[in-house]
T-cell receptor, first 110, second 114 residues
Framework: GQQVMQIPQYQHVQEGEDFTTYCNSSTTLSNIQWYKQRPGGHPVFLIQ?????EVKKQKRLTFQFGEAKKNSSLHITATQTTDVGTYFC??????????FGKGTKLTVNP | EADIYQTPRYLVIGTGKKITLECSQTMGHDKMYWYQQDPGMELHLIHYSYGVNSTEKGDLSSESTVSRIRTEHFPLTLESARPSHTSQYLCASSAGGYANEKLFFGSGTQLSVL
C-alpha cells in the first residue's frame, strides 16, 4: 500500500535559523497536505498542494510539491519560538484516504 | 460556528471498564475518522466512516468499535479498557471528494487506563 516517509524525525534549531522537513511517497500522489500540531494540541491544516511543481507561500513558510508528485517539502525561514510543534505531511493517492508521515518535531531555542 | 467536538477532554478509568468517547461535528461532513496518537508520535488511523451506516477498520488494529447512526455523530467504544489503551484519541472529519480530504481535527480525548 501507499507509504509516506518524512524526515527528519526531530530538528532542533536556534531561533532565526531556517528549517526544512521533507516528505516522500512510494506512489504518485493526487495531492499532499501539511498539518501542524502544537505541543498538547491537535493537528491543524496548513495547506494543500495539488499541481506538479507547485510552490505556495504562507508568510515565512514555503511549501513545494515535486514535479513527479511523489515528494514535498516545507521550509520555514527565520524560525520563531511560535513555530515549535510537530509538522506532518499527508498524501492522498487517487481516491484513497490520506496517509500521514510520522512527522518532524521542531524545537526552537530562543 | 461549524466545528468538531470531542468529549471528554481527559478520562482516567480503571481496567475492565466500558467507555465511549464522543465525537460530533456541525459541518455536515460525510467522512469521519478516529486516530490514535501517543504523545509527540505518529497518527494511527483506527476507524473511519464515509457516511451513515458505513464504518471501516483503519490501518492500526484496535479493540475499539465505532458506529455512525447520524451524520454528525461518530462515537468510539471500548468494551473493556486495558492499560495498553492509554493514549490520545483524535476524531476528524472531512468534506471528502477527489483531492479534497482536508481534515478538521477535534481537540482529542486523553485516555488513561489504570
Amino acid at each position: 500500500g501507499q507509504q509516506v516517509m518524512q524526515i527528519p524525525q526531530y530538528q532542533h534549531v536556534q531561533e532565526g535559523e531556517d528549517f526544512t522537513t521533507y516528505c516522500n511517497s512510494s506512489t504518485t500522489l493526487s495531492n499532499i497536505q501539511w498539518y501542524k500540531q502544537r505541543p498538547g494540541g491537535h493537528p491543524v491544516f496548513l495547506i494543500q498542494l495539488v499541481k506538479s511543481g507547485e510552490v505556495k507561500k504562507q508568510k515565512r513558510l514555503t511549501f513545494q510539491f515535486g514535479e513527479a508528485k511523489k515528494n514535498s517539502s516545507l521550509h520555514i525561514t527565520a524560525t520563531q519560538t511560535t513555530d515549535v510543534g510537530t509538522y506532518f505531511c499527508a498524501g492522498q493517492g487517487g481516491s484513497e484516504k490520506l496517509v500521514f508521515g510520522k512527522g518532524t518535531k521542531l524545537t526552537v531555542n530562543p | 460556528e461549524a466545528d468538531i467536538y470531542q468529549t471528554p477532554r481527559y478520562l482516567v478509568i480503571g481496567t475492565g471498564k466500558k467507555i465511549t468517547l464522543e465525537c460530533s461535528q456541525t459541518m455536515g461532513h460525510d467522512k469521519m475518522y478516529w486516530y490514535q496518537q501517543d504523545p509527540g508520535m505518529e497518527l494511527h488511523l483506527i476507524h473511519y466512516s464515509y457516511g451513515v451506516n458505513s464504518t471501516e477498520k483503519g490501518d492500526l488494529s484496535s479493540e475499539s468499535t465505532v458506529s455512525r447512526i447520524r451524520t454528525e455523530h461518530f462515537p468510539l467504544t471500548l468494551e473493556s479498557a486495558r492499560p495498553s489503551h492509554t493514549s490520545q484519541y483524535l476524531c476528524a472529519s472531512s468534506a471528502g471528494g477527489y483531492a479534497n480530504e482536508k481534515l478538521f481535527f477535534g481537540s482529542g480525548t486523553q485516555l488513561s487506563v489504570l
